[in-house]
């Protein structure tokens, strides 16, 4: 048989054949991929479902689930870990935003000097681990050998201090603080690469009609980046509803003091691995893991289905 397809002006083209070589690229990727992510997301869902009776595993259906919305002790945990995560989410929402977009907006002014040193001072403690940005931050802010007391009495502001890490009514703004010092690099560069992105033709003509400065920020740049804005806004989500690594580096395992900064990521670890005198509990680990799971699955699916559709309209 012949392996050509007639056209329509009666040439004959060689016939395509079964590209069989994407699969094989792409099949080291999946199996990793599943191996790592899917697999294990699967069997967290399923042993939501299970328990131990009778010391074997047997299926209890939403029971666990039950327990953890119904039973006094834990639904208290649950429920103050989740409001601190929303308190978490908030500050970064609050202040790491804005203040990226406020550095991607100063860092593509034409004419500033040293504009690559300042991005690659700003980015470079997003590269840098958390156990070190942790450990640095608690001799940074300790009362006893830090050198915050000594920064803020040469500007008069001494009295001001106090030890923020281990009072529950400040300990958790702290944290959340040291994270944006952090992070801020990362919406600044995404929110700095749309702008860069935005055509010359449309900020040649906004400066014919006599808009620049702040203003052409405001009213041009600003709503041409709208959909960064937004991928950089569910990232965040995404990442503080995760968080886990720089509260267990600052405070422990324990999330102190009283609890004040633990979040669903340090009570799902307490739940599952147990800590100290307190036993690991997998069926109820896993049941925490999924109802993460099902939160940042909703506030995703509230973006990609509602929000982006309502900035597609800036998208060149």
């Not at 328990?51 to 639904?75: I, K, M, S, Y």
């Amino acid at each position: 048989m012949s392996s050509a397809t007639f056209s329509e002006d009666g040439m004959t083209a060689p016939r395509r054949g079964t590209r069989w070589h994407i699969l094989v690229f792409l099949a080291p990727a999946f199996i990793v991929y599943s191996a790592v992510m899917i697999l294990p997301l699967i069997e967290t869902l399923r042993l939501s479902l299970y328990n131990t009776v009778d010391g074997q595993p047997a299926f209890v259906g939403l029971a666990n689930f039950q327990v953890l919305f119904g039973n006094e002790r834990w639904a208290a945990d649950f429920w103050r870990a989740l409001k601190n995560n929303f308190v978490f989410f908030a500050i970064h929402m609050l202040i790491q935003n804005p203040l990226g977009i406020a550095l991607a907006a100063m860092l593509s002014i034409p004419k500033l000097r040293l504009a690559t040193f300042y991005r690659t001072a700003i980015f470079l403690p997003t590269i840098l681990s958390f156990v070190i940005v942790g450990f640095i931050w608690k001799l940074i802010l300790s009362p006893i050998w830090g050198i915050t007391p000594f920064f803020m009495d040469l500007v008069g502001l001494k009295w001001m201090f106090g030890p923020w890490l281990g009072k529950p009514g400040s300990a958790l703004i702290t944290v959340s603080l040291i994270s944006v010092w952090q992070n801020v690099g990362i919406p600044m560069m995404l929110i700095y690469a749309a702008l860069l992105n935005i055509p010359d033709e449309v900020i040649e003509a906004a400066e014919c009609d006599g808009i620049t400065g702040w203003s052409q920020f405001w009213k041009i740049k600003l709503p041409l980046v709208l959909p960064a804005i937004g991928m950089v806004s569910i990232l965040t989500f995404v990442g503080n509803f995760n968080a886990f690594d720089l509260i267990y580096t600052v405070q422990g395992a324990l999330a102190g003091p009283d609890g004040s900064t633990d979040i669903l990521g340090t009570l799902l670890y307490r739940t599952f691995f147990g800590f100290q005198l307190q036993l690991g509990d997998r069926s109820m680990g896993a049941t925490i893991a999924t109802v993460m799971f099902l939160i940042i699955l909703a506030g995703v699916s509230l973006y990609l289905f509602g929000i982006q559709r309502r900035v597609r309209r800036y998208q060149f």
